[in-house]
């Protein structure tokens, strides 16, 4: 047992750390603190460049891991090659896969355009030249040679009806036979007056001539088919020449690239196929779905067009995406679709790329949680990174949610690298419930949460200091001022031999400090600032801490901080709402009678208990059976509950405050009021380490302090949280000025004799406690409890 003194209640900073005037005259933080091991595995999957070398970085949300990845992934991306543009072109064999080309950096921006220029002076130019006398004149030559076959074959079918005295008329219903008598036509009348014989012959030579003007209309319809056909060769091999006089500089650009000159071929037949619609001439007709001519025109202009999914024209080396929000449209890219006279309309252009696109051939960061919180991410986003392909398509079509047929433009190679950040517990979950997580993540880089306290650390922080100050235009600290955020940094450590690496916490608390420096209109900030941002900061998140002080101070909430008692004792709590935490002490009590074997916990029976509070009372049986029950079986029943606690419990930081109560009330002994306890405890007595020792102190400090401080008053830690200490000023003053005290203790028995003033007693060779000691007092009356439950047997 050691009662404690100022000095272990608090650790001060370096001074090798602090021979600074105040921290402008330090430079700024450029290097990491304490995460070499997150480091050198993150630099080793972005150097490695594998298939599966993915990187997952795992810890703890504001140790500053989203800031030194990204910083540490744009050097790397720095120094990497531009990867290629990406542009996504019309199939003109197949219209729902577009086709997709890679050019180097700069040249999507540069085909696009010159396509652009070359649709739009096609656009200009063609018309002129079907206007102009080169085209009236060829196909002036073309009508004229089909108009004189086609009178030929009239010609024909005339002579034939006027050796056979038919004449032929043409009229709105078509061509007519008449027969001719000396020359004229004859009338019904005269033809009535006909002998049957040469009525017939008559007949038949009409019957003949129709035959032949029947095989002379089909001919001419040939022909004018073949004249038809004539001038739109005429027109596609002006349409050719003149596209061909304006594409030669293109195909030279992009001599080496045969698809995309390909597709520049096909760009040029497609022009001279639909020439007609292309210039808008009135030959055009109007399409299956009844669009009109301008608008045939205007869905054919939008074949050549080219869509510029990823420029890289501007980029420095490899890229670096950040996506904050992955959804399944961010990250994989979207198939944009509008609605036209109540349906749906899409079409290439509407494509846009994603993340992962737009990060190829680079970097891509992502946050795990946003990832499975999205919809159809996650499994996808795994096949891609294998297949290293992407493939852009309707997630709605992909999961049978779409009857429509979408488009499917062809599938994108893949050469990226993804980083994912998240809680370490992601990584675990995802190992134990996903196959396919290690093949694809290969590489774990855990952040830290701290890191050891010493002086070149604590210079560190103090750049780090500096370096916030210069890039928020804030007032910069004294040495004193960084030493109060040193001191802050070990408490949220819970160690004052380490530093905590929680860089968003520290971010706040200098940002807040600044504050209230210029609200006072000092040059730097002083101690007094950072103090005062503590306390605003507290008080802005303590009305649910206020309303527990008030109850206990007006004493709804019983709890003694004076006096002695048998089987009661003050346990101590740590509660948090939001980032604000404190202590609460708690009145904890125990009875004992005889009965069944066991402990009957109140919490555990009324549903109010956690795993690890159970597992606590389990060992505290352990240790009562341990200690009393090697001579003779235990037949006693212990009642214990947290008075006036009505919400759940849980931990085993109590378990020794229990095991003390439970002493007390089988000895007889009373418990000093004026205590409190906290403390885990194994099945020998040994005392264990908790967490929140700083709050639990303080919160009991806080309520002495209310009822006034006697000098008596104090709280018993375990021997293994002394160095977790860094304890607010007040307390420490107040135990310097002998006012509160604070001991540690490393078993059970050192406990209950600083809690009853009573020695605890210590096994002799017959296996009994000596008397008037706790352990012998509770020996005694467990061995009543037994001797009479044998008497009630017989």
Same mark, same amino acid.
């Given at each position: ?38 480091? *050198? ?23 500053? !891991? ?9 050097? /790397? ?14 199939? =003109? ?44 004149? *060829? ?129 040029? @037949? ?77 079409? =290439? ?36 990174? !294998? ?13 049978? /949610? ?67 100050? *210069? ?67 507290? =008080? *802005? ?90 001579? /003779? ?62 709050? !639990? ?23 293994? @949280? ?73």
């Amino acid at each position: 047992m050691k009662k404690l003194t100022r000095e272990d209640l608090s650790r001060a900073a370096v001074e090798e750390a602090l021979t600074f005037k105040s921290t402008s005259e330090l430079p700024s933080l450029n290097e990491v603190i304490g995460q070499e091991r997150a480091v *050198r595995a993150l630099e080793f999957g972005l150097e490695l460049l594998a298939p599966g070398y993915n990187v997952f970085v795992g810890g703890l949300p504001g140790t500053g !891991k989203n800031t030194i990845v990204t910083n540490l992934v744009q050097k /790397f991306a720095e120094a990497r090659p531009v990867p290629p543009d990406w542009i996504l072109v019309f199939n =003109f064999r197949d219209e729902y896969h577009p086709r997709v080309f890679k050019l180097p950096p700069g040249e999507g921006t540069k085909f696009s355009k010159q396509m652009k220029r070359l649709i739009t002076s096609l656009s200009t130019d063609l018309p002129k030249v079907f206007k102009g006398e080169l085209y009236a004149k *060829r196909k002036k030559e073309i009508t004229a040679e089909f108009d004189t076959g086609r009178e030929e074959i009239i010609a024909a079918v005339n002579v034939e009806a006027a050796e056979h005295n038919i004449q032929l008329t043409l009229s709105q219903a078509g061509f007519q036979t008449i027969p001719l008598k000396d020359g004229q036509p004859m009338s019904e009348e005269v033809f009535a007056n006909l002998s049957k014989k040469e009525q017939a012959d008559i007949n038949e030579h009409i019957s003949l001539i129709q035959d032949h003007l029947r095989e002379a209309l089909r001919d001419m319809t040939e022909l004018e088919e073949e004249r038809e056909t004539a001038v739109e060769q005429l027109q596609e091999k002006i349409a050719k020449d003149t596209v061909e006089h304006r594409i030669g500089r293109l195909l030279e650009n992009y001599a080496g690239n045969h698809g995309l000159l390909k597709y520049v071929d096909d760009v040029r @037949n497609d022009i001279a196929e639909h020439v007609q619609a292309f210039v808008g001439m009135d030959g055009a007709q109007t399409d299956e779905e009844g669009a009109t001519p301008q608008q045939v025109q205007k869905a054919l202009m939008q074949r050549y067009k080219v869509n510029l999914l990823v420029d890289n024209s501007s980029q420095k080396g490899a890229p670096l995406v950040i996506d904050s929000n992955p959804s399944y449209y961010n990250v994989f890219g979207r198939i944009g679709k509008k609605a036209i006279m109540g349906g749906w309309y899409s079409d =290439f252009t509407m494509i846009t790329a994603g993340a992962l696109l737009q990060a190829n051939g680079g970097f891509l960061i992502l946050d795990i949680q946003s990832v499975l919180q999205n919809a159809h991410v996650w499994e996808p986003l795994k096949r891609a990174l !294998k297949d290293k392909s992407l493939q852009i398509e309707d997630v709605n079509e992909q999961f049978g /949610f779409s009857s429509t047929t979408s488009l499917k433009p062809e599938a994108i190679p893949l050469d990226i690298n993804v980083i994912l950040l998240g809680r370490s517990d992601y990584f675990q979950y995802l190992q134990e419930v996903d196959d396919a997580f290690n093949k694809t993540f290969k590489v774990r880089a855990d952040f830290d949460y701290e890191v050891t306290r010493n002086a070149q650390n604590e210079q560190l922080l103090c750049q780090f200091i500096a370096r916030v100050c *210069r890039e928020g235009g804030l007032p910069h600290f004294t040495p004193q001022a960084a030493t109060k955020i040193i001191q802050y940094s070990s408490r949220l450590a819970g160690d004052k031999s380490k530093l905590s690496l929680q860089f968003g916490t520290l971010v706040g608390l200098i940002t807040e400090a600044a504050y209230w420096a210029k609200k006072e209109h000092r040059r730097y900030v002083q101690p007094n600032d950072v103090g005062k941002a503590q306390s605003e900061k507290h =008080f *802005r998140g303590s009305l649910y801490e206020e309303k527990v002080w008030e109850s206990i101070e007006s004493e709804t909430t019983m709890i003694d901080v004076s006096g002695e008692r048998v089987g009661q004792i003050n346990g101590l709590a740590v509660y948090s709402m939001g980032d604000n935490s404190f202590g609460k002490p708690s009145r904890i009590t125990a009875t004992t009678y005889m009965g069944t074997p066991g402990i009957i916990a109140v919490e555990t029976q009324a549903k109010l208990s956690g795993k690890t509070y159970d597992k606590g009372n389990l060992i505290i049986n352990g240790f009562l059976g341990q200690t009393f029950a090697q001579n /003779f079986p235990l037949s006693l029943t212990i009642t214990l509950t947290f008075e006036q606690s009505y919400g759940g419990i849980d931990g085993d930081s109590a378990s020794s405050t229990e095991i003390y109560v439970i002493l007390s009330a089988l000895s007889g002994f009373p418990v000093k009021q004026g205590m409190a306890v906290t403390g885990s405890v194994n099945q020998w007595g040994e005392i264990q380490a908790i967490g929140g020792v700083n709050e !639990k102190i303080e919160g009991f400090f806080h309520l002495c302090e209310l009822r006034g401080l006697t000098g008596d008053q104090g709280v018993i830690i375990p021997a293994a @949280n002394v160095d977790h200490l860094m304890l607010m000023p007040n307390v420490q003053d107040a135990v310097e000025a002998g006012k509160f005290n604070i001991w540690s203790v490393s078993t059970i028995s050192e406990g209950i004799e600083l809690l009853t003033g009573v020695k605890a007693g210590n096994l002799n060779k017959h296996g009994n406690y000596p008397v008037h000691t706790v352990f012998g007092e509770a020996q005694n009356k467990l061995k009543k409890y037994f001797l009479k439950g044998q008497s009630f047997l017989k």
